[in-house]
């Protein structure tokens, strides 16, 4: 946070500098309708929120991704250049100050009061404490671990739920801030909520129809995803992000599991190597496959990932842990 503050300074005199040179250039320069500058500009952080507010605001605006694909995105702090870009923006689309926090910061090196949405408003938050005392996963190494994590799980996005209520609170942001378009803007979520609800639909039916035990030997950040849809699952890691390695006992549990209950596939999460998840299917009959987790996507490209083309990929990997 030292870091953090320190740039401050810096930042706010780059802020001023480039503020002076907008309004310089404002007074020269008039945006014609229908170029880019009429757009409303979004930045957004993590894939879920881009990949959200792009499906909403459609071609009336532009969304851009601090993130970029491939980057951790746990720990994330503005750089410089960020800010500038928040800066610039109409509105930043977070997931709120508790599950972000280096939002708490932002108005102390913004130049001005921007819109900021904060998808988070409206979701009941997974204690994280309380779920790993719920499915008995507390050890050791998830209370040394405490110290530096949140109290609530932030992966609010694993939930299809959530996902309509994310949508919704991007959409009402966006109809108050350019009411002209509303009703666009509407029907768009409207789409896309129908896309993640009948996608539900199919994952209800999955876990309705079979026996299904998710293994989990990577980073775990699907508490959402198991109590959405009641998933009986095991985990080798307790949390996401800066992660521990889990110990050999419980990696052993693991196996005997799989083993025992003839499971046939082990998950870890893409930018994982999934050493722990790989090691395991060595040992067992199971195989080691992706469960995304939707931190990050690719945005660029002929297929670009979408919310939904990831969570239907889950879906099918899902399906390859049926016995049959
Ligand atoms: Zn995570």
Redesign the pocket.
Known sequence: MKKFLSLVIDILILIVIMTSATIALKGQKKPEEGTSENKIKIVTTIFPEYDFAKHIVGDKGEVSLLIKPGVE??NFEPTAQDIIDINNSDLLITIGEELSPWVKDLSKVLSKDINIVNLSEGIILIDIEEFEEKYGLEDEASHEAQDHHLSHD??IWLNLDNANIMIDNITNKLCDLDKENALYYTQNATNYKNEINALKGEFEKLFKENQITLVFGG?F?YAYFVEEFGINFKTVYN???EGEDPSIIKVKSIIDYINDNDIRVVFY?ELSNGSVAKMISEQTKAEAEILY?V?NGTVDGENPDTYVSLMEKNYDNILKSINK
């Open positions: 995105t746990h932030e992966h980073e950040s949390n996401c992000g999460p987790s931190h």
